[in-house]
């Protein structure tokens, strides 16, 4: 079905989404990447529609065509012979953070789900669409006309207003998902569909770390799957938010981290940590975690750990939050979910 889409008006009779756009519905994931392989720059799919329709009425997308997937069947979440759990891009974040199988399958999955806006937000949205999601930044999300007299590099302008320095090419609007960390320090992959097929790739492979283009999706490009390794004997997993008031709001910075202990259950044998929403692209902590690995997990090694961590990252100032403040979160953060990463691998 194929529909003129912009009569939505707000209360006082104010436009809010100034074009009109063609809207289609198709049934197989196959022919949604073919229409939009067709149509190319000018569509963009929808999948739940809380950040692309905020996004469209503030003028950040401007898509002619609106591709939904809301009609495309899911296919139930499954753990393979090879102990992957399989999860379709397009399952909701509320049916997520319930599901009995990612609980016990990949614990980091459900809880970093949770953490994701308010509940009705998490009826409607979808994992697909939340690793998708558009960066942001201070002066970009928002509808005052006084930060919007001129429109900055990412709406098309010539100006970046809290980095007016910046060239025109190069802007730091933040990566905001809760759960691409999460999803990267479990070592997920993804399979992307495409006019050519499937293909599945590290999750890493989905991010730029270029503001003005975050995604490496290209246009008829479908995130299709999210696949979770399993758990191994001896591993602990640690997650942390960090928000102002804790209620439905983007994070501060967002840490994400798995580990396995050697049989003594003191070594660290393996480890990742990403690190999310302080720069363009959820960011993996390489010396860090080259540091922990083969080290004795005391609580002073700890310290000293978490103290790396902050060096090694570079936040991006924003939402009002310093350099020094952001590193200082992430040092006090990432050491408490470092200490519970390490308990529960004790325990397992
Ligand atoms: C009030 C509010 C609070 C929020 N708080 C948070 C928060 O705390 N943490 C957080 O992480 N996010 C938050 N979000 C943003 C978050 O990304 C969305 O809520 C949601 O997860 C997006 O999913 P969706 O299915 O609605 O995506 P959509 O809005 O449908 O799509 C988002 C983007 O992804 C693309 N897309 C969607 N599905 C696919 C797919 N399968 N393959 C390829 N491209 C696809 C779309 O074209 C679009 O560009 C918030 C949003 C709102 C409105
Ligand atoms: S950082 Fe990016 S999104 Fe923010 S004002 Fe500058 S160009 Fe716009």
């Known amino acids: 079905m194929m529909m003129v889409g912009n009569e939505c008006r707000q209360a006082g009779g104010r436009d809010m989404i100034l074009f009109e756009f063609e809207h289609e519905n198709p049934v197989l994931a196959e022919d949604a990447v073919a229409r939009l392989h067709e149509i190319e720059a000018e569509a963009r799919f929808m999948a739940g529609g809380t950040d692309l329709i905020p996004n469209m009425r503030i003028g950040i997308a401007k898509p002619a065509h609106v591709i939904s997937l809301t009609r495309i069947p899911r296919e139930p979440m499954a753990v393979g012979a090879d102990g992957w759990l399989r999860i379709d891009a397009l399952t909701t974040l509320s049916e997520i953070e319930h599901s009995a199988l990612v609980v016990g399958a990949a614990p980091i999955l459900a809880a970093s789900a949770h953490t994701v806006a ?28 006084f930060q919007f007299v001129e429109p900055c590099y990412k709406r098309g302008g010539d100006c970046c207003y809290p980095f007016p320095k910046n060239k025109k090419e190069v802007c730091w609007s933040v990566y905001m998902s809760d759960i691409a960390p999460a999803l990267m320090a479990w070592g997920a992959d993804v399979t992307v569909l495409g006019s050519g ?11 730029t770390g270029d503001g003005l283009r975050p995604m490496t999706l290209n246009p008829g490009e479908m995130l299709r799957f999210v696949h979770m390794p399993p758990a191994k004997p001896h591993m602990g997993w640690g997650y942390h938010k960090s928000t102002v008031r ?3 709001e983007f994070g501060i910075a967002v840490m994400a981290l798995t580990l396995r202990l050697e049989d003594d259950l003191e070594t660290c044998a393996e480890a990742s ?11 993996k902590l390489v010396d860090t975690v080259s540091a922990m690995i083969g080290k004795k997990l005391t609580k002073a090694a700890l310290t ?6 902050s060096r090694e990252i570079n936040p991006l100032p924003h939402h009002g939050f310093s350099k020094p403040y952001l590193r200082d979160n992430i040092r006090v953060h990432l050491r408490r979910a470092m200490q519970t990463a390490l308990a529960r691998a004790q325990e397992s």
């Not at 097929?197 to 991010?207: K, T, W």
């Not at 940590?273 to 960011?283: D, K, S, Y």
């Not at 000293?304 to 961590?309: F, I, N, Q, R, S």
């Open 118 to 145: 308010g509940n009705q937000i998490r009826q409607r949205a979808t994992l697909g669409g939340n690793l998708c999601q558009e960066t942001r930044c201070l002066y970009l999300n928002q509808q005052h006309d």
């Open 197 to 207: 097929g499937e293909v599945r790739m590290p999750i890493e492979a989905l991010f």
């Open 246 to 248: 804790g209620g439905l």
């Open 273 to 283: 940590i990403a690190i999310g929403a302080v720069n363009e692209g959820p960011v």
């Open 304 to 309: 000293e750990l978490a103290d790396m961590a």
